[in-house]
């Protein structure tokens, strides 16, 4: 079974600084591990994506990942955010196992403060 | 190339009709999936499927039936609406395990 628990619902940065958005996963098979963002009133989009090879991923508009196995972690970084980064975002565990199921954490909500 | 369609985006049902979410997708996708937000609690799975006449359980599957008669359609019916079933529901597809789904606009859902 898969779960992600993503620490803090709302994190509040200025603009420029760093975004550190935290989420743990829990797994009993090697995971398969996404960020999504959601802006308002729109559906998911995928940011980036973990399944094998290089544990540091980037994704788009800056943003990037690090799987860190023994901490079960999949933290979102940013060096320096914009206000256009405002928004919701998803961290979501798979099982490596062939499995449909994609689990998804409760979302942070990012404020950039200008 | 459409993406995730769904339909309707909009609806209102009362307490015990029963409605129908239509969901298709154009990309050949095999894996499908319905999820419910609501605030504060993320996305929900409710069934998914893994292709063509195979699907299962989510987290919240009572009150919810789907098939799966074809590769692109993925209709999610709900028996007997209930103010609980007031959420936002997306469906999603993606190719294969290793990649990121691809979620349509959602239906707004509101039961009274």
């Known amino acids: 079974a898969q779960s992600v628990t993503q620490l803090g619902s709302h994190v509040s940065v200025s603009e420029g600084a760093l975004v550190l958005l935290r989420c743990n996963y829990s797994s009993s098979v090697p995971p398969y591990l996404f960020w999504y963002v959601q802006y308002p009133n729109q559906g998911l989009q995928l940011l980036l994506k973990y399944t094998t090879g290089a544990t540091l991923v980037k994704g788009i508009n800056g943003f990037e990942a690090e799987f860190k196995k023994s901490e079960t972690s999949f933290h979102l970084t940013k060096p320096s955010a914009h206000m256009s980064d405002a928004a919701e975002y998803f961290c979501?565990?798979?099982?490596?196992?062939?499995?449909?199921?994609?689990?998804f954490g409760q979302g942070t909500t990012l404020q950039v403060k200008p | 190339n459409a993406g995730v369609t769904q339909t309707p985006k909009f609806q209102v049902l009362k307490t015990g009709q029963s409605m129908t979410l239509q969901c298709a997708q154009d990309?050949?996708?095999?894996?499908m999936s319905w999820y419910r937000q609501d605030p504060g609690m993320g996305l929900r799975l409710i069934h998914y499927?893994?292709?063509?006449?195979?699907?299962d359980q989510g987290e919240v599957p009572n009150g919810y039936n789907v098939s799966r008669s074809t590769t692109e359609d993925f209709p999610l019916r709900l028996l007997s609406a209930a103010p609980s079933q007031t959420s936002v529901y997306f469906c999603?597809?993606?190719?294969?395990?290793?990649?990121?789904?691809?979620f349509g606009s959602g239906t707004r859902l509101t039961v009274v």
């Open positions: 499927s893994v292709g063509a006449g195979i699907t």
């Open positions: 979501a565990v798979t099982g490596s196992g062939n499995t449909g199921k994609l689990i």
């Open positions: 990309m050949n996708h095999e894996y």
């Open positions: 999603a597809s993606r190719l294969g395990q290793d990649y990121g789904y691809t």
